[in-house]
């Protein structure tokens, strides 16, 4: 149980267009999503917390209006990397919390790359 | 908002041996703290967890101790296997209510050398 898809798991992109990464619970509905952003060696950072039913919640300098985030059931989220530069190459995951409990359980990850 | 520090950066056992890491946290109200191994290009995987009205969890070679009152919680593996090497990430959160949001440590590179 508590399986997270994310699609596509690798993604190569030219510079100025977008992208759109799913973020799928295939066990459970969860209300809220996270999405992090990992860079090489590092450790994740959130970037958003991705609520059904209403507008994402974005961290302190992540741009909504770059990373638009979209949660249309209890089971997807998506995050739409918009107009993306090289700057924006890295890997994203995301992550899904079961409605009621307070795990979170992670996607396989999407790496972006940017040309 | 909530900080998170996660010690040693790096750490080499041979097999067989334990292995401790060990992780702080800042605000008072974090109830909910699980701990995440990381291979290579994968995802963080939940490998244990404990809440703040336990002090200790153990499952198999596995373990968690919890101090409220000096606020850290550590890791310990013991028995470790060269499948045990990956990237282990503490973190902490404020559960039953608010946005359930986690606060990762940096992160524990661990090395168990065969």
């Known amino acids: 149980g508590a399986v997270v898809s994310q699609h596509p798991s690798r993604v190569i992109c030219k510079s100025g267009t977008s992208v759109k990464i799913e973020c799928r619970s295939l066990?459970?509905?969860?209300?809220?999503m996270f999405w992090y952003r990992q860079f090489p060696k590092q450790s994740l950072m959130l970037m958003a917390t991705?609520?059904?039913?209403?507008?994402?919640?974005?961290e302190q300098g992540v741009e909504k209006d770059k990373f638009l985030i979209n949660h249309a059931s209890l089971t997807l989220s998506t995050l739409t990397v918009t107009s993306a530069h090289p700057e924006d190459s890295s890997f994203y995951i995301c992550?899904?919390?079961?409605?009621?409990?307070?795990?979170?359980?992670f996607g396989p990850g999407t790496r972006l790359t940017v040309l | 908002g909530e900080n998170v520090e996660q010690h040693p950066s790096t750490l080499s056992v041979q097999e067989g041996d334990s292995a401790v890491i060990k992780c702080t946290y800042s605000?008072?109200?974090?109830?909910?703290f699980p701990w995440y191994k990381q291979e290579l290009g994968k995802r963080p995987q939940l490998i244990i967890d404990?809440?703040?009205?336990?002090g200790e969890k153990k499952d198999q070679r596995i373990a968690v101790t919890l101090n409220k009152t000096a606020k850290h919680f550590s890791l310990h593996i013991t028995e470790t296997q060269p499948e045990d090497s990956a990237v282990y990430f503490c973190a902490a959160s404020i559960s039953g209510a608010g946005s359930y949001q986690l606060t990762f440590g940096k992160g524990t590179k661990l090395s168990v050398i065969p």
């Open positions: 992550s899904a919390r079961p409605d009621g409990a307070d795990t979170q359980y």
């Open positions: 991705s609520n059904e039913g209403s507008k994402a919640t974005y």
């Open positions: 605000d008072s109200a974090s109830n909910y």
């Open positions: 404990i809440r703040s009205n336990v």
């Open positions: 066990d459970f509905q969860a209300t809220t």
